[in-house]
């Protein structure tokens, strides 16, 4: 219905919402897609009722161990878990950042040519695709178990994550302030420290307290499978049925992240 | 201005004052220590004689897993399958429980700030916990299966997607809310035609793009139990079989890049 129709229509008192979708062939078919992806999706998981019922009294007893969590019985292997995740993500942080800057440097279109530009940007896209635990697996296997692994692991996927969206970052740059600096005879070094590098430099802390927020969160799965953390732990108490353990692992994980969170916003208002 | 003098009385410029370069010294030296701190204990965790190896092992590995097994390829279709419903019906599920929270936590729609603060928690705590942990309760408590991963996948999003959505939320326009208001529309009312059209395509653009890492987070899940393609490639690993894992890994990148695009696509007609 034209804009001019739909005004008269209002005007006699029928008025309707504008669809999300304005086509309706595409509106009616995504709506008829869901429906068939639906049922079809809902027939194909199965689900064994009886083992639910079973399990319900885990769940009580679940929720009963977040009312009372247990921090003493277990406090060293803990603390130990806590510790080497804690260390885990700042040196995965840092060695990430400091590798993900070239990467960066070299993913951005408008100051790389096309050879490297084209290596950058598939190291971006291979350690973007897989989850942090799947290339964990890989480097327990090269490494050995232990938390060296697991900071190879972090720091590899915060390759990924710093360098794409630092080069987005650098692609969108004020060229101008480039030009001004270049035009004063800079190398390319010169042009980088003075140019690049003021524009760029507050939303890289900020993200690099970001990611620092996600390498713990991370850390704390990747031991599931030998890469060292709080993970083990949680793991090995989990399958122990340990839940009040569990509930005071996940409670401190939970109230770290918030802490990280809340100093990350700080930080980044000051930068920006 | 951090400006000093020479002792001919000439100013000189410098960008810091005396105290802030020092402090900003000071500041890095910390910095500094504590990373070789952390470098310390990690080092001391590790067993170098396993990382010196770490090359042959790297090349061992990847001659063990060329070339791929490709006959493989014809078992994984049922769990590829299982994979992508965990991911879509578990969004599914989570944008439902997300979007009420969402309204709840917003601070221009919420009923009450104790019921924010109630919401914020919910947001908060769902976000700091991994898909991987969700799964790993919800197995011992629902037992292994796809339902497990479903529900992962759905406490997960609640986290993610109300928080950016409560954050679309609070930046909408207050001139369409206030004219719905002024008509004497109910609060339902309000919230239907005044903050509903102009959340509707963050919304849209936050589900596809959660769906999109929902694929990925979805593709591990099966290493503790929950279902998916990551069963097989749990099997696999310990049964060493690399060259089928090589299969499954080719499988799960093919299936991100697609999922990548496709929410790519779908944002870029939104926005």
Known sequence: MSEHARQQAAQRGQWRRLPLIESPRLRWGLAIGAVVYLFLAL?????????????????????????????????????????????MTLTSTVL?????????????????????????????????????????????????????????????????FMAKLLAEDIEDLDW??????????????????????????????????????????????????????????????????????????????????????YSSSHVRRWTQ | MPVSTTPQGQPVWRRRTTRAQWLQYLAWLAGVSLFLLCWKLISDNTMWVFVEDAG???????????????????????????????????????????????????????????????????????????SLIWAMLLVTILGPGVLAGIIAIALRSIGFVGKLLYEAIEEIHPTPVEAISATGASRLQVMNYGVLPQVMPAFAGISVYRWDINIRESTVLGLVGAGGIGLQLNASINSLAWDQVSVIFIMIFATVLVSEWISARVRHAII
């Open chain 1, 43 to 87: 027939t194909s998981v199965e689900v064994n009722w009886a083992r639910v019922a079973e399990g319900a009294g885990r769940a009580v007893n679940f929720l009963g161990a977040f009312m009372q969590p247990d921090f003493v019985s277990r406090y060293d292997d803990i603390v130990a878990g806590l510790l080497e995740s804690l260390t």
């Open chain 2, 56 to 130: 042959r092992q790297g090349a061992d590995l990847i001659s063990r897993m060329t070339p791929p097994k490709w006959g493989y390829a014809n078992v994984l279709w049922k769990p590829m399958w299982d994979t992508i419903n965990i991911a879509t019906l578990g969004t599914a599920l989570g944008i439902m429980m997300a979007f009420p929270v969402a309204f709840l936590a917003a601070r221009n729609t919420t009923p009450h700030p104790l019921v924010r603060s109630l919401a914020l928690m919910v947001i908060v705590s769902s976000r700091s916990i991994n």
């Open chain 1, 176 to 261: 101008r302030q480039v030009e001004a600096v270049r035009a004063t005879g800079a190398s390319w070094w010169q042009t980088m420290n003075h140019a690049v590098q003021p524009q760029v430099m507050p939303r890289l802390i900020g993200l690099s307290m970001y990611r620092l927020d996600i390498n713990f969160r991370e850390s704390s799965v990747i031991g599931i499978v030998g890469a060292g953390g709080i993970g083990a732990t949680l793991n090995t108490s989990l399958s122990r049925y340990e839940y009040d353990t569990s509930a005071a692992i996940l409670l401190i994980i939970i109230a770290i992240v918030l802490l990280c969170e």
């Open chain 1, 96 to 160: 990430g950042v400091l590798l993900a800057i070239p990467v960066g440097l070299g993913a951005a279109r408008n100051i790389s040519p096309l050879p490297i530009y084209f290596v950058c940007r598939a190291i971006i896209a291979v350690s973007r695709t897989f989850q942090e635990i799947i290339i964990a697996i890989l480097f327990v296997v090269m490494f050995g178990f232990g938390p060296f692994a697991g900071m190879i692991t972090l720091a590899f996927a915060t390759i990924g």
